[in-house]
């Protein structure tokens, strides 16, 4: 079973707006959660990461929020552009590398 | 910078047929790993490595062989292709195994077999 949950499988945006992506986790060990941005033909590549410790993440247009009583986090992207228009991929991760679970992905598209 | 280099880009197989997907990364990497992408399911990890001759199995390794015999090199063998291997095939590093290294991915594989 899916141990990483993420919603919605697809979104569209218009240019300006903000998107946000939700994925939800039932493993209470997990302490890392990193989100993963892929263009179409290419490998995923880290985007952006939190830790359990705070409750938000920012880095440019990109934030993570982290609710950890109810095991959800969340990317929001400010001002979308069409360059934004990717594939992202929540994860997380208890202990090292290998025990990284993805969410299935959100289809993200953003209209100019 | 190269980083992770996979090939082939792409592959057609017949059920039955064997092939080696070539995996290579040129930053020093410890941990080195195998994930499978397929529609709705995310990435899955098929094998991983955290050293020259170190190899073990991740969530999904039936029917694919693993080794490393440099730091540099990690390819996956499929023994005998079934439909069912058809996917995204993405080779990754990372400095360690340790929860919150970066992983980096290669371009990926795309695999089709009939």
């Known amino acids: 079973q899916q141990q990483v949950k993420q919603s919605p499988q697809s979104l569209i945006v218009q240019k300006g707006g903000i998107s946000i992506i939700n994925c939800a986790y039932e493993n209470t060990a997990f302490d890392y959660f990193p989100w993963y941005q892929q263009f179409p033909g290419k490998g995923p590549a880290l985007l952006i990461a939190i830790r359990p410790d705070v409750s938000e993440k920012k880095e440019g247009r990109f934030t993570i929020s982290f609710n950890k009583s109810a095991k959800q986090f969340s990317l929001h992207i400010m001002d979308s552009q069409p360059g934004d228009s990717a594939t992202y991929f929540c994860a997380a991760t208890a202990y090292n590398n290998n025990d990284m679970r993805f969410g299935a992905g959100t289809r993200l598209t953003v209209k100019p | 910078n190269a980083g992770v280099t996979q090939t082939p880009k792409f592959q057609v197989l017949k059920t039955g047929q064997s092939m080696t997907l070539q995996c290579a990364q040129d930053m020093n990497h410890e941990y080195m790993s195998w994930y499978r992408q397929d529609p709705g399911m995310g990435l899955r990890l098929i094998h991983y490595s955290v050293g020259a001759g170190i190899t073990d199995q991740g969530e999904v390794p039936n029917g694919y062989n693993v080794s490393r015999s440099t730091t540099e090199d990690f390819p996956l063998r499929l023994l005998s292709a079934a439909p069912s291997q058809t996917s995204v095939y993405f080779c990754?590093?990372?400095?360690?195994?340790?929860?919150?290294?970066?992983?980096?991915f290669g371009e990926g594989s795309w695999l089709t077999v009939v």
């Open positions: 990754a590093s990372s400095y360690s195994l340790a929860g919150g290294n970066t992983i980096y």
